[in-house]
């Protein structure tokens, strides 16, 4: 019998260690391929990330280039009102020294049907151009002032008429 309890305990520690030797080949198999399926989902899961970057990157260099294209609209756009803004001024400047040398003079003219204006000439008088309808000579100072007005209005309409031409690109 006892014999056989060893035999038999011999039988139950073989078959022990090939449960054993199962079990670990099992586990080592089982963890082997858990872990590819890790490094299968890692690798989607970067290749994803590289995907969304690299869109996100060209999004990014789109606007980037948008906003190049708009700042040197603006540059041009600025530059154009400076300009327009820098010779009305230039005008303006001699028109008045052209009104302050008396080499220009400024007139009105009269309605022909308004009374008590006899003093004034309705033809040309010796070293004058003007003929037609009466007309009187302004102060030189009066001159001077309507002028400074007329700048200011030339200069909001030059103002005006970018902010107009801004509002027609952004519309386009």
């Not at 008045?96 to 003093?119: E, I, K, N, P, Y």
């Not at 008088?125 to 003007?130: C, F, I, P, R």
Request: one cysteine or more; glycine letters at 6%; aromatic letters at 6%.
């Amino acid at each position: 019998m006892k014999f056989d309890a060893v035999k038999w305990g011999g039988v139950l520690l073989v078959a022990l260690a090939l449960m054993a030797g199962s079990a670990l080949t099992a586990w080592i198999w089982q963890a082997n391929d858990y872990g590819q399926q890790l490094a299968a989902k890692e690798a989607a899961y970067q290749t994803e990330r590289t995907n969304l970057a690299n869109a996100n990157s060209a999004q990014i260099l789109a606007e980037q280039g948008k906003r190049l294209a708009l700042e040197q609209w603006l540059a041009a756009s600025d530059q154009f009102h400076y300009r327009a803004l820098t010779d009305e001024k230039t005008k303006q400047a001699r028109l008045r020294d052209r009104l302050a040398t008396a080499d220009l003079r400024l007139s009105v003219q009269f309605d022909a049907a308004a009374s008590g204006c006899d003093a004034v000439q309705t033809t040309a008088g010796a070293g004058s151009v003007v003929h037609g309808a009466r007309r009187a000579q302004l102060d030189p100072a009066h001159a001077q002032r309507i002028i400074g007005i007329t700048s200011v209005g030339d200069q909001g309409l030059i103002a005006l008429q970018a902010c107009q031409n801004f509002v027609k690109s952004i519309v386009r």
